[in-house]
């Protein structure tokens, strides 16, 4: 038996459904190991077959053809260089599981499932996989590997399991999506817990990269068996790093190593959404991306994190000015596209708004101006946009902040339209301090400029629609540190309004923003997808009936 032992931790991208491409990528992966001389490289959960992939699993050609990639990267091993452990999906006995097989000498040495299937969340794995067996340890050149399965490490049993049966190393894989300050909680609230609890030292490794909804931030790492950080590897980017192991007196340890410098909240926030809308993109084969850029913060932001994501080549900003645009967010707007040179047209909606209102003139006769007029006005502005984008081929980039999309503040095929909308997560408040944040700094994995991305005064000045004379959000909704903060309490904690009140809240106020948040259910369901930053995020987190007549008020 060994005394000492190499590990590659894989941190990659995958894409969901593209087996021979992820195949690919972990034999040049294994490749770049053996150069290096690892015994062994490991790879991410379900990193074969991508994850999540949905109920994509249940399509029986897939799980043919993962099968037969599994034996054809098996097959890999007989030649030199490391063996591998690789996620994929496996079929016992009629059931789908998920799970690692090592790979090594040319053949599939040993299979393990996971046991905690996670049903939470943006989670439903119950749905689609059966739990596996508590697992025991792979022997792997005479030393015990204990390999759970992400999940599997937030629940004590099957590491106290594998310790019980003489795991010497932990060896977890993980598809973790991104939430704000998970990171810390991987680290500290579990992976230190099991490796101290049985004083075997444990290999956290996740994947990285985005996937629909959700956008996954690597920050991989290697905790001892006293608890202590052996190796931490960075966030938002693919990493290979090799570990070094040795076997001492008191069991494995892992010799230290690199400690990467995480990114700060901003900047954690800021690279979700422009990771997530850079695989978006690119695995959907849009050519680049084209939005409205109205002179407001939300499209301001929306350009910078576009051209961060994709390099300003691939972003189109168009300016649809109404009667109502002031001229200072036409200023606004112009240097915004300079500062990101990005290219920069202006198509006026004032001739579309002109035959709308003579053409709904005998229909709305007798009626005063009021929201209708204002919502034509957002709808042309959608159908122009898609016009262009059916045209030339970009993919339209939805503008609206959490704030506005918690309480209908959006026009359904108006600025709702598009395919995809990076801020669908963020509240307003976050807007504010991220866009402040980007205009004074430049995210590690962003390809837009070093400089200020948008004009002061976009973030200074008061939000408006600018629908009619004079239009400011406040118009409408309380102000933004009143309703972000009355918002967090109904969505992310579930709160009543009784329980809002006594922490200082008007009543008639929360009871409002309550009904309007119940209302607006309807028009998120038809809403694009967007990236998962918090803990409740409208999709995959929050599944409430659209009709259902329950109030806290």
């Given at each position: ?272 959404m422009v990771l997530a809308l850079r695989d978006y993109v690119t695995r959907n084969r849009f050519p680049g991306v084209v939005l409205g850029l109205s002179g407001g913060i939300d499209s301001a932001l929306c350009a910078a994190i576009a051209v961060d994501a994709l390099g300003a080549d691939k972003v189109w900003c168009v300016m649809l000015p109404s009667r109502y645009t002031s001229t200072e967010s036409l200023v606004d707007a112009t240097q915004c596209a300079r500062l990101l040179n990005v290219r920069y047209d202006t198509i006026p909606i004032v001739p579309a708004v002109k035959a709308f209102d003579e ?195």
């Amino acid at each position: 038996m060994p005394d000492t032992l190499k590990i590659t931790l894989a941190q990659l991208n995958q894409s969901v459904g593209d087996l021979a491409g992820n195949a690919a990528a972990m034999l040049a992966a294994r490749e770049r190991a053996g150069a290096k001389g690892a015994d062994l490289i490991v790879f991410p959960e379900l990193q074969l077959i991508g994850y999540p992939p949905e109920d994509l699993i249940l399509k029986p050609a897939l799980i043919e053809r993962a099968a037969a990639e599994l034996e054809k990267l098996a097959a890999a091993t007989a030649t030199k260089g490391p063996a591998m452990l690789v996620g994929s999906v496996f079929v016992q006995d009629g059931a789908l599981h998920n799970g690692v097989a090592l790979l090594d000498q040319g053949k599939v040495q040993a299979i393990r499932f996971k046991h905690e299937l996670p049903n939470y969340g943006t989670f439903d794995e119950m749905r689609l996989f059966q739990p596996g067996p508590l697992p025991e340890p792979i022997i792997f050149r005479g030393i015990m590997l204990g390999v759970p399965i992400c999940e599997d490490i937030w629940h004590p049993n099957v590491c106290k399991h594998l310790a019980d049966f003489g795991a010497e190393i932990f060896i977890c894989v993980n598809g973790s999506p991104y939430e704000i300050d998970k990171d810390s909680l991987r680290i500290d609230g579990v992976a230190k817990r099991r490796a101290v609890a049985a004083g075997v030292p444990l290999a956290y490794l996740n994947r990285v990269g985005g996937q629909d909804e959700l956008v996954f931030d690597g920050a991989s790492f290697v905790v001892n068996g006293d608890g202590s950080l052996a190796v931490q590897m960075t966030d938002w980017e693919e990493q290979e790093v090799l570990t070094s192991w040795t076997k001492t007196a008191k069991g494995w340890r892992c010799d230290h190593g690199e400690i990467a410098q995480h990114v700060g909240q901003e900047e954690s926030i800021y690279s979700a959404m422009v990771l997530a809308l850079r695989d978006y993109v690119t695995r959907n084969r849009f050519p680049g991306v084209v939005l409205g850029l109205s002179g407001g913060i939300d499209s301001a932001l929306c350009a910078a994190i576009a051209v961060d994501a994709l390099g300003a080549d691939k972003v189109w900003c168009v300016m649809l000015p109404s009667r109502y645009t002031s001229t200072e967010s036409l200023v606004d707007a112009t240097q915004c596209a300079r500062l990101l040179n990005v290219r920069y047209d202006t198509i006026p909606i004032v001739p579309a708004v002109k035959a709308f209102d003579e053409m709904l003139g005998p229909a709305f006769a007798g009626k005063a101006p009021d929201l209708a007029e204002e919502n034509v006005q957002s709808r042309i502005r959608g159908v122009t946009l898609m016009a262009l984008s059916n045209k030339f081929g970009p993919m339209v980039v939805t503008t609206g902040n959490k704030s506005e999309m918690s309480v209908g503040y959006a026009t359904l095929y108006g600025d709702m339209n598009g395919g995809y909308n990076p801020l669908k997560d963020a509240y307003k408040l976050t807007v504010f301090a991220i866009s402040k944040w980007r205009n004074e700094n430049k995210p590690r994995i962003g390809l837009g400029p070093s400089g200020p991305v948008m004009p002061e005064n976009i973030i200074s000045k008061p939000p408006s629609a600018e629908l009619r004379p004079d239009q400011k959000d406040s118009d409408s909704l309380p102000p933004y540190d009143v309703l972000d903060p009355i918002l967090i309490g109904l969505v992310e904690h579930e709160k009543s309004v009784d329980q809002l009140v006594k922490e200082g809240f008007e009543r008639e106020t929360v009871s409002r923003i309550e009904r309007l948040l119940h209302l607006a259910e309807y028009k998120r369901r038809q809403a694009p997808p967007g990236v998962k930053l918090g803990t409740r995020n409208f999709g995959r987190d929050r599944r409430y009936p659209i009709t259902q007549a329950f109030r806290t008020a």
